[in-house]
């Protein structure tokens, strides 16, 4: 999923303010948008982790933002992912 997330975030147009991808799991909808970035942890040479907080102190240990993640009242038995971008010119053109 944070490949997903960060080709997004390649992929869209700089000035695009209202990107937006939604995940659907179970109770759970996260919205991920522009308000916070991937922290990227390194635990060795070759691996990282790559979180989102959702939360201003881009911390695990704090309560993630009520607009980014929230519960939903029906159970959604699967997982739904949706995005809304627009994508940068450049990647459109043909050589």
Do not use: H
């Amino acid at each position: 999923m944070m490949d997903i997330i960060k080709l997004i975030t390649a992929l869209k147009n700089d000035d695009d303010e209202e990107a937006v991808i939604s995940i659907i799991s179970g109770r759970t909808r996260i919205l991920v948008n522009n308000k916070y970035e991937i922290k990227v942890d390194k635990i060795n040479e070759m691996t990282e982790i790559r979180t989102i907080s959702f939360n201003s102190e881009n911390s695990l240990d704090n309560l993630p933002d009520r607009e980014n993640v929230m519960m939903i009242n029906e159970a959604f038995k699967g997982t739904i992912i949706t995005g809304k971008f627009n994508i940068k010119a450049d990647y459109l053109r043909k050589d």
